[in-house]
């Protein structure tokens, strides 16, 4: 039985589908069976973010609505054999979606993969709660400013109240991605900490990014930064996706910067 | 000690005039004669002479515990009983403000949330940015408060972060002054206090 995580923000632009195709390429790399799937019905653009947008042929409704199959769907990443993706449609709408529909596809990837990460829609509209709908875990990616908090804030709590998980009385895993951390900015208090975002949400830790100019880039080339060895920010989605395949890696702290040589001399007599 | 209880029967006479009273009590001999006699008034050789030889029972100017009528203790029982169902109501009313069905909730209040409670709410935890409480009655919230409050009680206490907007009895706070410590705002002769509970607060978990 696969393991449901929806990938979540409430605003947009905070880096939800890099992060979503970072973690999906990086559960892969750990030997897992992985499927990638573009929620965001008339905005794809996780297809291009793996480089996969010359390869899609049908989409996740054309599935629903049993116009394709879902192995005709399913397309397979270059960069790893055991990642696959399922696109969104971009012509449609998201009023297209039900609650019947999405149960039945879910039941079927559940059998084939071992983890089934939902890229969300920006905003809390239907689109999100079908998103949510029944995922077993959340992953919450905010950056260290105040509107991406509040929003991240309202998104959780429509997980807890619409989720199936909740409603059948269970929970569901909610982990917070902190991304495009400035440590110059958070050392000079103009952004949130990370201890301070904490506070706020009340969830677990799953991880923090580093803002890294490389990531447009690997946008743009559809390679996402996570096979980029010497990325600050591909590195800490590697050690996001060991921790969410059950291992333990110590996070490192991105919220301090690194002197230079006069600053440790003085370290030492301090 | 030994302790001996009678119930008995009790005249009382003042006296004026020695052989009104002599007369008195010859032609009634056989009424009084098993009755205590209390006299009130200087007891005459005459007199003292008579009771001794009659051997009526007697006591001099002493005075008897007066015993109220069974309309006047019916009376007064009333009144009491009415005095101690007015000190109920008042209690009543008063507790009815100072502890009103309180509620403890130990949950996150996250944006978008709505919370109303009737009573009293003790809250051990944060009420976030874009968020509203509103309490009728009095409120505790003991982690930071940056959404928004109304609060009807006789008190509350909070701190608050400068983002909140906190309403008072329809007054709106000024939160600069609540920040960054634990504060008890309350509506007293028509203006609202704030006292600071503590300089600096620690729960304990």
């Known amino acids: 039985m696969g393991n449901v995580i929806a990938v979540i923000s409430g605003k947009g632009g905070v880096g939800k589908t890099t992060t979503t195709a970072n973690i999906g390429l990086g559960i892969a790399m750990n030997g897992k069976r992985c499927v990638v799937v573009d929620f965001d019905i008339g905005q794809r653009n996780l297809d291009m973010i793996l480089g996969l947008e010359n390869r899609v042929v049908y989409d996740i409704i054309q599935v629903m609505d049993e116009e394709a199959t879902l192995s005709q769907a399913l397309i397979k990443s270059k960069m790893n054999d055991k990642l696959y993706f399922l696109a969104a449609s971009q012509t449609k709408d998201k009023t297209v979606l039900s609650s019947e529909k999405i149960s039945k596809l879910i039941v079927t990837l559940r059998e084939d993969f071992d983890y089934i990460i939902l890229d969300a829609p920006a905003g809390i509209e239907s689109g999100y709660e079908h998103t949510i709908e029944f995922a077993d875990a959340a992953i919450i990616v905010v950056n260290p400013e105040v509107s991406s908090i509040r929003d991240a804030d309202r ?6 109240s619409k989720s199936q998980r ?17 440590a110059k900015m958070v050392q000079s208090g103009e952004m949130l900490s990370s ?22 880039d690997a946008s743009n080339q559809g390679k996402p930064i996570i096979l980029n060895p010497s990325s600050a920010a591909g590195q800490a989605y590697k050690r996001i996706a060991s921790r969410l395949c059950g291992e333990d890696v110590d996070m490192p702290e991105l919220e301090i910067v690194q002197g230079g040589f006069l600053q440790k001399i003085k370290g030492i007599f301090k | 000690m030994r302790n001996k209880q009678y119930s008995v029967k009790v005249f009382e006479t003042t006296l004026t005039d020695d052989n009104q009273f002599i007369s008195f009590f010859n032609t009634n001999y056989k009424l009084f004669k098993d009755y205590l006699i209390v006299i009130h008034g200087d007891l005459s050789p005459q007199i003292l002479a008579f009771l001794q030889e009659k051997k009526l029972h007697y006591l001099n100017n002493a ?34 403000r100072l502890q009103n069905n309180l509620t403890v909730k130990d949950t996150l209040i996250r944006s978008g949330h709505d919370i109303k ?14 968020a509203t409480l509103h309490v009728e009655g009095n409120l505790i919230v003991t982690q930071l408060v940056e959404g928004a409050i109304r609060c009807y009680g006789n008190f509350m206490m909070l701190k608050a972060s400068p983002k909140a907007n906190i309403v008072f009895h329809d007054v709106i706070v000024d939160n600069v002054l609540l920040k960054e410590r634990l504060n008890r705002v309350e509506l007293k002769d028509n203006e609202i206090r704030i006292t600071p509970v503590l300089k600096e607060t620690t729960w304990v978990m």
């Open chain 2, 117 to 130: 409670v009737d009573g009293d709410l003790l809250l051990l935890n944060r009420v976030n940015s874009g």
């Open chain 1, 155 to 160: 998104a959780i709590g429509i997980l807890d």
């Open chain 2, 63 to 96: 005075i008897l515990p007066k015993n109220q009528g069974r309309k006047a203790l019916e009376e007064q029982i009333a009144v009491q009983q009415e005095q101690t169902q007015q000190v109920e109501q008042e209690l009543l009313k008063l507790s009815d």
């Open chain 1, 166 to 182: 909740v409603k059948d009385g269970a929970e569901v895993a909610k982990y917070l991605i902190i991304n495009r951390i400035d």
């Open chain 1, 195 to 216: 201890d301070d975002i904490l506070d706020i949400l009340g969830i677990n830790l799953l991880g923090k990014v580093p803002e890294d100019r490389g990531i447009i």
